[in-house]
């Protein structure tokens, strides 16, 4: 079974643009949830879709969205960029019911 | 910010070693999470918990959830090199789906 992947690898961005971040979760999984890490932050819960609905919300300002798709892929979506949004991007997916994530590699965002 | 407080920070141990490293908060969780992540890949789930005082082992690595539902404790025994990484607990909070994620074990192993 394919793990779940993420597109892209690495982006590089100046601040003001906008960006879009891929995740196709594990066939089968329809919880698809968004993370950022930073060296300073550690890992944080940006928001979690199930359904193509989105179910929970973590403490991130509104410039950061998200959406699912009736397959279960997830995009997120970072508006007007900051230099503070360079971070690793981590999507994971998990079964209906089960806290038991699996990630992907992550896509690696610079703001420049 | 995270309320899951980890410790210790990072380790720096012989291979042949055991390593013990442990996660606390002071809210109740009802499920524990420990996850492994290398450089350049996303974390990999190691042990998942589900019970107050349960055990459980996945080959070296040996976790327990505590007893009061605050704590969980991973336990890697006879290191070997491959062990490096970052180790992470995490869990949803209880009432709230909300995953939270320890600051991280950084752990070194010298051959």
């Known amino acids: 079974k394919a793990g779940v992947t993420q597109t892209p690898r690495y982006l590089i961005k100046t601040r003001g643009q906008q960006v879009t971040l891929s995740c196709s979760p594990i066939?089968?999984?329809?919880?698809v949830s968004w993370y950022q890490q930073t060296p300073g932050q550690g890992l944080q819960f940006l928001f979690e879709?199930?359904?193509?609905?989105?179910?929970n919300k973590g403490n991130f300002p509104g410039r950061f969205s998200g959406r699912q798709f009736s397959n279960s892929r997830s995009e997120m979506n970072v508006s007007t960029l900051e230099l503070g949004d360079s971070a690793l991007y981590l999507c994971?997916?998990?079964?209906?019911?089960?806290?038991?994530?699996?990630f992907g590699p992550g896509t690696r965002l610079t703001v420049l | 910010g995270q309320q899951l407080n980890q410790s210790p920070q990072s380790m720096f141990i012989q291979e042949g070693e055991d390593v013990s490293m442990n996660c606390t908060s002071s809210?109740?969780?009802?499920?524990w999470l420990w996850y492994k992540q290398e450089p350049g890949e996303g974390p990999v789930l190691l042990i998942a918990?589900?019970?107050?005082?349960e055990l459980t082992s996945n080959g070296r690595l040996t976790a327990q959830f505590g007893i009061t539902r605050k704590d969980s404790f991973l336990n890697i025994s006879a290191s070997i090199p491959s062990d490096v990484g970052i180790y992470f607990c995490?869990?949803?909070?209880?009432?709230?789906?909300?995953?939270?994620f320890g600051a991280g074990t950084r752990l070194t192993v010298k051959p």
């Open positions: 066939s089968g999984h329809r919880s």
């Open positions: 994971a997916s998990s079964l209906e019911g089960s806290y038991e994530q699996f």
């Open positions: 809210s109740i969780f009802n499920t």
């Open positions: 995490a869990g949803p909070r209880w009432n709230n789906n909300d995953m939270r």
């Open positions: 879709y199930f359904s193509e609905t989105q179910r």
């Open positions: 918990l589900y019970k107050a005082g």
